[in-house]
T-cell receptor
Framework: AQSVAQPEDQVNVAEGNPLTVKCTYS??????LFWYVQYPNRGLQFLLK??????LVKGSYGFEAEFNKSQTSFHLKKPSALVSDSALYFC????????????FGKGNQVVVIP | EAGVTQFPSHSVIEKGQTVTLRCDPI?????LYWYRRVMGKEIKFLLH????????ESGMPNNRFLAERTGGTYSTLKVQPAELEDSGVYFC??????????FGEGSWLTVV
């Protein structure tokens, strides 16, 4: 079975500071990893994904994530946070050769303080 | 190009009533999924269609939930009769094959 852990409930960061949202995963095979963001009262919006290749992947709105196989992690990062980045962030994983079902983490509320 | 669209966006119904949620996937996407997030918990998989066939419905919580995808286009998810614990947001998503899964805005259901 595949699973995701997002250890922090809420991440507070000052505007302009680096933002990191942590994610670790567990799959039986090779992972297919995603980050989604949910702005208030909106749906899930795709940010970025990792399949194979370069461990550092770049996505929308200046976000990037680094795949670390040895640590089974896929942390989301942004060099300089904006107030508009305040939202709920979800990490998700599926087995690249398994079914299409995504397993989500519980989500992290990010609060960017002006 | 339109994204995944869901209707209604919000619904408030009484316990015991029926609600039907509709999802229109991105045009050309053969895979359609339903997920839900209840009471601030994790987003959970409900089921997966490939065209009109149910590929995986192992996440459906009980027989009060019925999903259909007639003709392999739009899908409906019916909850009958609704219970209080069914309150939450129901997300529909679609993908072309095993590519990126895109989600809709969600249908926010409140059962009172």
């Amino acid at each position: 079975a595949q699973s995701v852990a997002q250890p922090e409930d809420q991440v507070n960061v000052a505007e302009g500071n680096p933002l990191t949202v942590k994610c670790t995963y567990s799959v039986s095979g090779n992972p297919y990893l995603f980050w989604y963001v949910q702005y208030p009262n909106r749906g899930l919006q795709f940010l970025l994904k990792y399949i194979t290749g370069d461990n550092l992947v770049k996505g929308s709105y200046g976000f990037e994530a680094e795949f670390n196989k040895s640590q089974t992690s896929f942390h989301l990062k942004k060099p300089s946070a904006l107030v508009s980045d305040s939202a709920l962030y979800f990490c998700a994983v599926r087995d690249i050769y398994g079914n299409n079902r995504l397993a989500f983490g519980k989500g992290n509320q990010v609060v960017v303080i002006p | 190009e339109a994204g995944v669209t869901q209707f209604p966006s919000h619904s408030v119904i009484e316990k015991g009533q029926t609600v039907t949620l509709r999802c229109d996937p991105i045009s050309g996407h053969d895979n359609l999924y339903w997920y839900r997030r209840v009471m601030g918990k994790e987003i959970k998989f409900l089921l997966h269609f490939v065209k009109e066939s149910k590929q995986d419905e192992s996440g459906m919580p009980n027989n009060r939930f019925l999903a259909e995808r007639t003709g392999g286009t739009y899908s409906t998810l019916k909850v009958q009769p609704a219970e209080l614990e069914d309150s939450g947001v129901y997300f529909c998503a679609s993908s072309q094959g095993r590519n990126t899964i895109y989600f809709g805005e969600g249908s926010w259901l409140t059962v009172v």
